[in-house]
């Protein structure tokens, strides 16, 4: 749970921002993404962490394409719902323990290497707690889907709208963390 429950007011909030605010893109003024991969901090942990990022954004991908690929007559329905149990499953699953260990591990131990920006590990609780609701509304629409009775337009749209805040969220998230890493030198 977040130190503070809404510690920005509505306009941060994760469905309206457009990107941090100025006061928490201090490290990342100073440690721009073209360099990241470069720098002698950037190790294994950065690497995977990223790479976690990325399969969360294939998955949403992969399950957008899959019901634009039903609703044109590409995929077959049995083959969707094989494939909306498998990456479904998985997005649903990972992220919630993706979030779980960076609110409870890792955050707890980011806080207080750049003080100056410690506020923006409130931010980013707050996007997970705002996103558990999501992952369970689009749970929700992949099992209706799964059911028979639900509407794969209406789970394409519910993903359009998740992948959207997802994507801004992870954006924030590693414009804050991966430059707390690279100037603290932290390996976990």
């Known amino acids: 749970m977040s130190r503070h429950r809404d510690p920005f007011g509505p306009e941060l909030a994760l469905g309206t921002r457009t990107g941090l605010p100025d006061a ?19 190790g294994e942990l950065v690497r995977f962490w990223m790479d976690r990022h990325l399969m969360f954004r294939k998955i949403t991908q992969a399950l957008h394409d899959d019901a634009l690929a039903v609703q044109a007559g590409d995929l077959d329905p049995r083959s969707h719902g094989n494939r909306l149990v498998r990456y479904g499953g ?9 979030h779980q260990i960076e609110d409870h591990h890792y955050f707890p131990q980011l806080i207080g290497l750049v003080p100056e920006i410690d506020r923006a590990f409130d931010l980013l609780e707050t996007d997970h707690e705002a996103i558990d609701p999501m992952l369970h509304t689009l749970a929700g629409e992949m099992n209706a889907v799964l059911r028979e009775g639900g509407s794969v337009g209406q789970l394409d749209e519910a993903l ?5 805040l997802l994507d801004r969220h992870l954006t924030d998230e590693e414009e804050v963390v991966v430059p707390v890493i690279l100037k603290s030198g932290f390996v976990g």
């Open 160 to 164: 359009l709208r998740f992948e959207t």
């Open 90 to 98: 998985m997005l649903v699953n990972e992220l919630h323990n993706h």
């Open 24 to 42: 928490l893109r201090v490290l990342v003024e100073s440690y721009p993404r073209e360099g990241w991969q470069g720098h002698e901090n950037f």
